[in-house]
């Protein structure tokens, strides 16, 4: 990797947004957030190609478009076969002398849903292929560009338009698929999770994704006000409880070799300080069946599952 | 013709001649996954890669939605693109051939016609390209080796012409043309890469307020593939109506350019009449089919019966006024479908063409064959079979069936 | 406001026209942030985790500016100000 990039808070809030003003996002939004931090870590010339979703439709409503970069959106599956597609155009018309740019970085965005389900096949295909692409999750847990229907990454307990609280049925009973993990199994060079609240944290490691040669997962976690029927407030504060309570922990696995990140190190070092998940939970209307008491167990049995993937995560980053 | 090149003959399969028309047509991206009767297309090209005869990027993708929307992505970018697929493959890329149309990419696409499950069946049909006619892509339908050889070199112009941007399918006969072996004339390399020349690109406005080559290019943003509101989705929509009606004269123009070329003209690229001009029945296909009929037409007139063929090359856009005034004088018309909709009274082709003729100065009979569905042979004998029917229309002046089919065991 | 163009007067496939600075979002708060400049610090968080990107550093000015024709009254910035420099107002 090239010597790390330094700045200054200064020098990202000068940096000229990419992603801008005047999209249709909710108030609140988290993946508005995010995609502004990882606009801000570009670093020459970019393309961006992304999934049907929220972040898609909002920003590109016509005749308004809030991408200040080449952009692309063609279907729900096809954020990582767009960029493989892109990638080889570059390839080849670069060979044949018809591209001026030395390097074009390439970022595939999706949201959950066209990541963990629809969007899955592409992107293994295109790791496996090994096209040099940056692929960036922005996770809100459920497809809420739709109307907050349930994906592979909404998490174990939480109340959807397709999983609801009901009498007999108290939310979505799956666990999260563990998305992060699977992109590592393909043997890829980088894999790495962040939030928004640890906006430094993030651009790094965009900006590690965007230098490695050959693909790159990011898994960004992102609140969704609307769909978690939370304080829009509190989207970033969610991100930051998410990763104390190791709901959702920062990492990242260089060639497969995985360590924790700084906020999440901090907890490792001091278990004592890690916050029970209900300090997360509570606060988000998804999750408010969980508090009654019929639902007692199913509270503990999330307390328990998030301990156990926190203490496998651990394991694996003390291996390497 | 004088100024026809010299051409070399290859014995090549359908397929075969499709990969070596690709390779000599300076295509930057392949993206494709294998099924058959396609295989043969992306297995020989495969080699040309492996053997640095070509500078293409050769994307083996796993699935064949990706394989399109990695086209699409690539022609966006300003990339010259072809796949291949049949059956299951094309039926799979449904959702994405619609994409394609709308974002006016010239990607271009052979179709080894082949049968839809369920049942299984890898033999040839036309239901697989007849099920997306609606999609927006052109369509072309050839005879034999040699005119896939042809209208794939032909396609790239046609997709990438200014006045048309849309993607082009080439259709032909899974097995009875992927797999068979025939002569075909080919040109040098150095013609194939004059005649489809360097892609060229419109400019478009974008939201920076430029005019640029429409691309993506850092150096020039824009964005593609927007959400467009009732508001404006409609607009969009006619855009690629026009587009497909200036498709009809630049095949023509395309196939006459080639013709000075090659000394090979498809009647005048939109239809390939035979024995029209005086002909009182006729039949109407597409495809290699096409070949047997002459055969047959051919041994009607040694007797005397004034029976004609009508082929047509291009189905998408539908050359209404060509097909109408070809047919004009003809009493009665039989359709062939290689394809059928189910429910619909009849196939895709016989329905088109009726509607054609229900504004004809004089309206002929036409009724509808099927047959050929999972493969099945036709014989000589049975198309004979179908002149035959249509003398007795004309004798009795009456349609005892409007829609049969041919070889089902009943 | 602009009629809308016809087929033939918009670009292909779709390409956007404008902006989306030209769609001016202020109007959809209910609370509207104000801020206190004596207790800023000047850290610059709530420049970054804006969703809008509706606050911005004016470094010839060395301040801070909110832009109210953009901002949606989500209250991030509030909520997230180290100083608790910023407040929601109901408009």
Redesign the interface.
């Known amino acids: 990797m090239t010597e790390e990039w330094k700045f200054t808070t200064k020098d990202i809030a000068e940096k000229p947004d990419l992603f801008l003003s005047g999209h249709r996002a909710c108030a609140g939004c988290g993946p508005a957030t995010v995609l502004r931090l990882i606009m801000k870590a570009t670093r020459g010339p970019t393309i961006v190609t992304e999934a049907t979703g929220c972040m898609e439709v909002v920003s590109s409503i016509y005749p308004y478009t809030s991408w200040g970069v080449p952009w692309l959106h063609t279907a729900f599956e096809t954020a990582a076969a767009n960029a493989s597609g892109i990638e080889a155009a570059l390839k080849i018309m670069k060979k044949k002398g018809r591209v001026k740019q030395e390097h074009t970085d390439i970022i595939a965005l999706a949201g959950d849903g066209g990541t963990y389900d629809i969007g899955l096949q592409a992107l293994s295909g295109a790791v496996e292929r090994g096209h040099d692409f940056l692929f960036v999750l922005y996770d809100n847990e459920a497809y809420m560009n739709t109307g907050i229907q349930r994906s592979g990454g909404t998490p174990k307990g939480a109340a959807t338009t397709t999983t609801p609280a009901g009498s007999v049925v108290p939310g979505k009973l799956e666990h999260k698929k563990p998305i992060a993990e699977i992109m590592i199994a393909h043997e890829m060079p980088y894999v790495a999770t962040a939030a928004p609240y640890y906006w430094r944290d993030l651009l790094m490691k965009v900006r590690k994704g965007l230098e490695v040669e050959g693909p790159a997962f990011l898994h960004v976690f992102a609140p969704c006000p609307r769909g978690w029927r939370s304080d829009p407030a509190k989207s970033i504060e969610y991100s930051k409880l998410a990763v104390e309570t190791c709901v959702f922990p920062l990492w990242e696995s260089v060639n497969g070799q995985c360590q924790l990140s700084v906020p999440s190190k901090l907890v490792a070092l001091a278990p004592q300080k890690k916050k029970p998940v209900t300090d997360y939970l509570q606060g988000q209307g998804r999750f408010r069946h969980l508090f009654t008491p019929q639902n007692k167990k199913l509270l503990e049995e999330i307390q328990s599952l998030t301990d156990e993937r926190w203490q496998r995560l651990l394991k694996k980053c003390q291996a390497s | 013709m004088k100024n026809v090149v010299k051409q070399e003959i290859m014995a090549l399969s359908g397929d075969e001649a499709v990969a070596y028309a690709v390779k000599q047509s300076d295509v930057?991206?392949v993206?494709a996954y294998p099924i058959t009767p396609q295989t043969i297309i992306v297995e020989k090209f495969s080699e040309y890669v492996a053997n640095g005869q070509v500078?293409?990027?050769f994307?083996?993708?796993?699935?064949e939605?990706?394989?399109l929307?990695?086209?699409?992505?690539?022609?966006?970018?300003?990339?010259r693109?072809f796949t291949a697929s049949a059956s299951a493959g094309l039926a799979l890329m449904h959702?994405?051939l619609f994409?394609t149309s709308?974002?006016?990419a010239p990607v271009v696409m052979a179709i080894a016609n082949r049968a839809l499950s369920a049942p299984l069946n890898i033999h040839g049909d036309q239901s697989d390209s007849m099920a997306q006619r609606d999609s927006g892509w052109i369509q072309l339908y050839v005879e034999n080796a040699q005119e896939v050889y042809d209208s794939i070199i032909q396609a790239f112009r046609i997709a990438e012409d200014l006045n048309v941007?849309l993607p082009v399918i080439v259709g032909l006969d899974g097995f009875t043309l992927s797999h068979t072996l025939e002569n075909v004339k080919v040109l040098s390399d150095d013609v194939v890469n004059g005649f489809v020349g360097m892609r060229q690109l419109?400019n478009?406005?974008?939201?920076?307020g430029k005019s640029v080559p429409?691309k993506?290019?850092?150096?020039?943003?824009?964005?593609?593939?927007?959400?467009?509101?009732p508001?404006?989705y409609?607009?969009?929509k006619?855009?690629q109506d026009?587009a497909m009606k200036n498709a009809l004269a630049v095949i023509q123009q395309v196939n006459s350019e080639y013709a000075e070329l090659s000394g090979r003209s498809y009647g005048n690229g939109l239809l390939d009449a035979y024995c029209l001009d005086d002909a009182e029945i006729a039949v109407v296909c597409l495809g290699s089919t096409a070949g047997t009929l002459k055969t047959v037409v051919d041994e009607l007139r040694k007797e005397g019966v004034k029976a004609g063929l009508l082929r047509i090359r291009t189905f998408r856009p539908l050359p209404v006024e060509e097909i109408r005034s070809a047919l004009e004088n003809v009493k009665a018309v039989a359709v062939m479908d290689k394809s059928l909709s189910f429910g619909g009274n009849g196939g895709a082709v016989f329905h088109e063409i009726r509607h054609v003729l229900y504004d004809a100065k004089v309206q002929p009979y036409v009724v509808n064959y099927i047959y050929g569905l999972g493969g099945r042979d036709t014989s000589p004998r049975e198309m004979r079979g179908i002149f035959e029917d249509l003398q007795r229309i004309l004798q009795t002046q009456r349609v005892e069936k409007s829609i049969q089919y041919v070889g089902l065991r009943e | 406001m602009n009629r809308e163009k016809s087929w033939k007067e918009i670009a292909l496939a779709g390409v956007c026209s404008k902006s989306s600075t030209g769609f001016l979002t202020g109007d959809w708060k209910t609370y509207t942030p104000v801020r206190d400049p004596a207790k800023c610090t000047r850290c610059l968080l709530c420049v970054l985790f804006c969703p809008d990107g509706a606050i911005r550093w004016r470094p010839e000015k060395a301040d801070i500016e909110f832009d109210y024709s953009f901002c949606k009254g989500c209250g991030i910035c509030a909520n997230e100000c180290p100083t608790k420099a910023i407040t929601m107002k109901l408009l």
């Not at chain 2, 994307?59 to 699935?63: N, R």
């Not at chain 2, 929307?69 to 990339?79: E, K, R």
């Not at chain 2, 478009?204 to 920076?208: D, F, I, K, R």
């Not at chain 2, 993506?216 to 509101?229: C, H, K, Q, R, S």
């Open positions: 930057d991206v993206a500078q293409t990027e994307v083996c993708t796993e699935s939605h990706s394989a929307a990695a086209c699409l992505a690539a022609s966006a970018t300003g990339a693109t959702e994405m994409v709308g974002c006016r941007l419109p478009v406005v974008t939201h920076e429409f993506l290019d850092p150096e020039n943003p824009m964005t593609m593939g927007p959400i467009a509101l508001n404006y409609f607009e969009f006619r855009q026009e």
